[in-house]
């Protein structure tokens, strides 16, 4: 698909925002996946959270990999979006610490020890 | 059950001395109070303002409160929590973040792999933009915007852009300089894995403006990921048509192509770059000509740092006077620090030029590891120099960084405790630099070696005051006659060490001790008769059998066979053995 012009390239931008409307009642979560947190242990995050989406029979979510977020001290990472709410991410992630936000913060969105604050502004 | 309000508790670093009482204070207060059901206490990460910690957040009304005590706690309660009146007198006032995303902007928020991600937070709409713009106007709006070299030298982007436009050759080319290489540096790494699209963004108006038709990448095959990414979106770049011929339906064509390099520090210098592009031996050449006028295959070629060209979709976005709102009179924009080395909050960050270390270290980075005393931060890596706590409060901009001796670099900073010797720092730096020099002039391949070896003469105290001054000289030397970049910068870090820290030149020396107790050499452990209880453990662990001994008598090392492992003061369990 080659974009011929500005037009063209406005015209996917809008298609690509209407995508995203049909995600707003999606479960969003980014697995924090550069050099970094592949080598603390992020793919394995990653599985495990798959995994619990079919244990737990949810099937509304999206999981991508992201790059770098910049936390290297709480690695591995992820930010979870529920539908509605603003994004959070939880740091130094283990089984049990996946199993704790599933069942608190998924489930009951109920905010658990070791969430991140935002500490950035950005444009 | 399901919680109305959260009160947030830092329990990071410095903030983590008080929270477990400020935890429980709340806990308790408010169980007394019957609001245990609605709201609950959660202990968080840093919020970067470790400076002011401890820190507790009330949401869902985001107040955040500073210094709060223990005692304080009641008073959250009784007055936030259930009458809503806010505490003034422990209100966050600056509701500014110290940290602001440029560069990084879609790095950790976006799928690299997926082009669409980066389309949709404005992607490639600044190479639409710029494509109706004149080649001059382009050049003009870079040239306002301050940008200047983020790779090291700090050199004005916009003036280089004008170079290269300005030569006259049949062909032109943009290189990346993707060969991060400083110790502890990953800036380039993290931007070409989180978000690959700015850099081919930027690579591409970078061609449109000097009038290049061919962009190359010289990445570090170390970097697999990277390259994986980048190669990826480059292809996803030319099936969009971002790249290629007749670029989003104008007569501009451009495509890109990715070099590998072998990991040689000196390749990042550009002129020694663009040999290994060529396929030649990766060793600088004499500037002038510079790359603008007789670059890649003696064509005009424009070489820019990864970050430099990740900022430049930005500022066509948004416009030049917006960027150099941001950042001090000369040095415009942000800068994107690795932050590693004893510091709590380890960790890439992007901070607005003009920023002070203390900032940097004490809030974003969460203060010294272990409570200790922060000692010096080595900036610009192997070529820059240290800074120390008098230098705390210096507002960080290219010019400032210069004048005290360092430089911005590309972004490393490793941050030094007070158990770190400094003689033993510059040492490491220079090692790095010896294994890194390529040989071509001398000052830099013998000059640089005998400067090692005259540091390690001290580190292991046989330097007399002598070897002092000819250190200094050996120093001033090489930096005024190597040929390149790497060899007039390496002796920078001996150079800061002994302006700042004279004193422990001079310990190595006059009194043969390293004040840090690092330099192995200069260390003698002994046994205390009064504690060791000879349980025989260190006796066990000693590699070389220096340690002899009954059971039950005290234990003593054989100093001759000592080999200063250390295994034996990390073992005893009495303190018996100590460290001189």
């Not at chain 2, 820190?55 to 985001?62: A, E, G, L, T, W």
């Not at chain 2, 452990?525 to 070389?544: E, F």
Request: glycine share 10%; hydrophobic share 35%.
């Amino acid at each position: 698909m080659r974009i011929k012009s500005i037009e063209d390239l406005l015209e996917i931008k809008k298609n690509i925002l209407n995508k995203r409307k049909n995600e707003e009642n999606m479960i969003i979560i980014k697995v924090s996946l550069a050099t970094c947190g592949i080598a603390a242990g992020g793919k394995h995050i990653k599985e495990y959270i798959i995994k619990k989406m079919n244990d737990e029979g949810i099937k509304n979510y999206i999981i991508k990999d992201v790059g770098c977020m910049g936390y290297c001290y709480l690695e591995p990472t992820i930010e979870v979006m529920l539908p509605g709410y603003q994004p959070v991410v939880f740091g130094r992630l283990d089984k049990e610490k996946i199993d704790e936000i599933f069942e608190k913060y998924i489930n009951r969105h109920e905010i658990v020890d070791g969430i991140v604050p935002i500490n950035y502004n950005t444009i | 059950m399901s919680y109305q309000r959260y009160c947030l508790i830092c329990r990071s670093s410095k903030c983590n001395k008080f929270s477990n009482s400020i935890g429980e204070n709340f806990k308790e207060i408010l169980k007394e109070k019957e609001l245990k059901e609605s709201v609950k206490v959660v202990f968080t990460e840093c919020f970067g303002l470790c400076n002011k910690g401890p820190i507790v957040k009330i949401m869902p009304d985001n107040t955040v409160y500073t210094g709060v005590m223990p005692m304080d706690v009641r008073e959250i309660v009784e007055k936030h929590l259930i009458k809503g009146e806010k505490i003034e007198r422990l209100i966050h006032q600056e509701n500014k973040p110290k940290q602001i995303k440029i560069v990084l902007r879609n790095c950790g928020f976006i799928d690299p792999e997926n082009i669409e991600e980066y389309i949709e937070k404005d992607g490639y709409m600044a190479l639409a933009k710029v494509l109706k713009m004149s080649r001059t106007d382009l050049i003009n709006e870079i040239k306002l915007s301050g940008l200047r070299g983020r790779g090291g030298g700090g050199f004005p982007t916009g003036l280089k852009w004008e170079y290269a436009y300005n030569a006259k050759g049949d062909e032109k080319y943009v290189v990346c300089n993707a060969d991060e290489g400083d110790p502890g540096a990953f800036m380039d790494r993290s931007v070409l894995e989180g978000d690959p699209h700015s850099v081919i963004e930027g690579m591409a108006i970078c061609g449109y403006a000097i009038g290049a038709k061919k962009g190359l990448v010289y990445i570090r095959a170390e970097y697999p990921l990277a390259v994986k990414r980048l190669a990826k979106a480059i292809n996803d770049a030319r099936e969009y048509g971002f790249l290629g011929n007749n670029i989003l339906g104008t007569d501009f064509s451009f495509d890109i192509e990715i070099k590998y390099g072998a990991g040689a520090f000196v390749c990042g210098e550009e002129t020694a770059l663009i040999k290994s592009m060529e396929g030649e031996r990766g060793e600088p050449t004499s500037k002038p000509p510079f790359p603008a006028e007789a670059g890649y295959w003696g064509k005009p070629t424009n070489v820019n740092n990864v970050e430099t060209l990740a900022n430049i979709p930005v500022i066509i976005n948004k416009g030049a006077n917006w960027f150099n709102k941001i950042g001090t009179e000369k040095s415009k924009g942000t800068k994107v620090f690795a932050l590693a080395g004893k510091i709590n909050n380890v960790g890439l960050i992007e901070v607005p030029m003009g920023i002070t270390l203390r900032e940097i270290i004490f809030d974003i980075g969460g203060g010294i590891k272990d409570g200790k005393k922060f000692k010096a931060v080595q900036t610009g890596g192997p070529s820059g120099g240290c800074l120390t706590e008098k230098d705390l409060d210096t507002p960080i901009d290219y010019d400032t960084l210069l004048a005290k001796g360092s430089m911005m670099g590309s972004g490393g900073m490793i941050v030094m405790d007070e158990d770190d010797c400094m003689v033993a720092v510059a040492k490491f730096y220079l090692e790095f630099t010896v294994d890194e020099s390529c040989g071509k002039c001398t000052p830099c391949r013998v000059g640089n070696k005998r400067l090692y070896e005259m540091l390690e003469k001290v580190t292991s105290g046989k330097a007399s005051m002598e070897d002092l001054e000819k250190i200094k000289l050996l120093s001033n030397v090489i930096k005024d006659t190597a040929l390149c970049g790497l060899g007039q910068t390496a002796p920078n870090p001996v150079l800061s060490t002994i302006t700042n820290f004279w004193d422990e030149y001079l310990a190595h020396v006059r009194n043969k001790k390293c004040p840090s107790g690092q330099c192995k050499e200069l260390i003698t452990y002994t046994i205390n008769k009064d504690k060791c209880v000879g349980c025989t453990a260190c006796l066990r662990v000693c590699p070389v059998y220096a340690i002899s001994g009954k059971v039950r008598e005290p234990h003593v090392i054989d100093q001759e066979k000592c080999i200063k492992c250390g295994a034996c003061y990390t073992t005893c369990k009495f303190n018996a053995i100590e460290k001189k």
